[in-house]
């Protein structure tokens, strides 16, 4: 089965965002049942601001996992969130709830560390490319044949730039000759055409209100589980074709 990521929350603004860990695993929950194998999730603090603490990203794992059981957790790891990459590896060593795969942005200053020590106990990486230069990166580094999966993920709104970025991230990766399986997704107005052309080369996609917040005819999306449906009816309508 094509592999489906449900990305639920990140720094979207949006009435229909899960924010509390209680609300985070109904949704997760949700998106599960709409068709989604993994969640990834953003845990945020009583102001609303996302967080890597532990406090509130152990709360928001065990919450999911308590809804979701067998499910495959992911949590950013995201420098926007900590930049300082020693500050943030030293929140991250605090986690005692661990998920069972953390993104980890291959453009940002410490993540190679970061990566090992998540390595080390047992967290597989989702390794993020978010242009062709983190994608030079990656196969430079030490990570290549110890990752679970590469996410392509072109920020770009303009589907014209996100797809000839995706398209060269993905000659980057052939090139080097990795061959981890990959999940692409754009943001916004790209999304939808990220993951056409994600499904035509026979990769796995992520949708979710993170990165859209319509649906592919344009239409509002009403949460992260409709989206879900309408990414699994483009798997199917797309994959059966192929």
């Known amino acids: 089965m094509t592999f489906l990521q449900a990305a639920l929350n990140g ?14 695993a109904a949704d997760a929950e949700a998106a599960v049942r709409a068709g989604a194998q993994s969640v990834h999730v953003h845990a ?45 590896l030293a929140i991250v060593k605090e986690w005692a709830v661990l998920p069972d795969l953390v993104t980890a942005n291959q453009g940002e200053a410490g993540i190679v560390e970061l990566a090992e020590w998540l390595l080390g106990r047992g967290v597989e990486i989702e390794a993020g490319l978010l242009c062709p230069d983190d994608a030079r990166r990656f196969v430079a580094s030490s990570l290549p044949d110890r990752c679970r999966r590469v996410l392509i993920e ?54 979710g209100m ?15 589980a409709h989206l879900v449906i309408a990414a699994r009816a483009l798997i199917d309508g797309l994959v059966t074709c192929v």
């Open 210 to 224: 993170e990165d859209v917040v319509v649906m592919p005819d344009g239409q509002p999306a009403l949460d992260n």
């Open 154 to 207: 072109p920020l770009d709104p303009d589907s014209e730039i996100a797809l000839r970025d995706a398209a060269e991230m993905e000659a980057i990766l052939a090139d080097a000759g990795v061959t981890l399986p990959q999940v692409h997704h754009g943001f916004d107005g790209s999304c939808w055409a990220v993951n056409r052309r994600a499904l035509e080369r026979g990769h796995g996609i992520r949708t």
């Open 44 to 88: 945020y603090d009583g102001a609303g601001r996302e967080t890597l603490n532990a406090v509130e990203c152990d709360a928001v794992v065990a919450a999911i996992r308590a809804r979701c059981p067998g499910i495959p957790v992911s949590l950013t790891t995201s420098a926007s969130i900590v930049s300082d990459p020693s500050q943030r």
């Open 11 to 24: 720094d979207r603004r949006h009435d229909a965002v899960p924010q509390t860990p209680g609300a985070i």
